[in-house]
């Protein structure tokens, strides 16, 4: 399995692993409990990582959302708290979610040891959120909240090629998110309002982005052999059908604990490349 191979067959895994805390009842609830809306939340708990930009910038980084939402919301977030202080809590939601949903995954040693390794080498040139999130403090749990958190950095990479794609492929991100899968009610999702582009004039230009995406996407998974590539598909696989399944099977009885860094302190991805705190 190919570098390439490999990004495309984990895109739905990681796309859906690594955002599944923002769908979180609990995570509106914490937003809630901070005194901002569900919006707000998301838009200063993701970009918030890059710290006390202008909300153009987070625009700029986050790329599918129409400036003018993001600017909504992080006009508002920002009458409640820091950028970096959601970002925070954020982080801890994304922590306490993998906690409570992949602490029990029988592949999670396996999934946390090949993950890191990605996440650790992947170059994040071009790709400011991702470089952010890879700078943020250790949230507080177990292997599961490390997880989460490496799914989370998967998912921004990915995130961040595909913009870097689009572009390369002359669409705007309107016109991306109008000839993919959601269409218009995707438009309309990241806040984009009409008129819409013609979908047809788009389509072959949006394969294209996607293909580059999975070439840009797929450097990181060089750092692993193809036996360890394919390993990884099956884990990620797995791990997403235990979402779906809480039936699904879990870990051993006798499974051994998988030590982590230490919560609350900054860790430096690039320098540890265990999962020991150093």
Known sequence: MTPEQTAAAVKSAVLELGGAFWHDPRTTRKARQLGLTGWAFYVAGRAGALGDVH???????MGFIAPDAVRDGWDAALRVASPR?????????CGRWGRENLESFYGLPRLLGLAERVAVDADPTGMPLFAAWRAMPVPEGGPGARAAVLLHLLREHRCGAHVQAVRASDLTPLEAIVAGPDGESGATEFGWRPPYPAYAPLVRKRAWAEALTDRIAGGAYRVLTSEERRELVDLLDAARKLQKDPHAERAPADRQPYPF??????????????????
């Open 261 to 278: 860094a230490r919560p609350g302190r900054a860790y430096d991805w690039a320098v540890n490349r265990g999962p020991e705190f150093r």
């Open 55 to 61: 909300a153009d910038v987070a625009a700029a980084a």
């Open 85 to 93: 202080e959601i970002a925070g809590h954020s982080a801890a939601e």
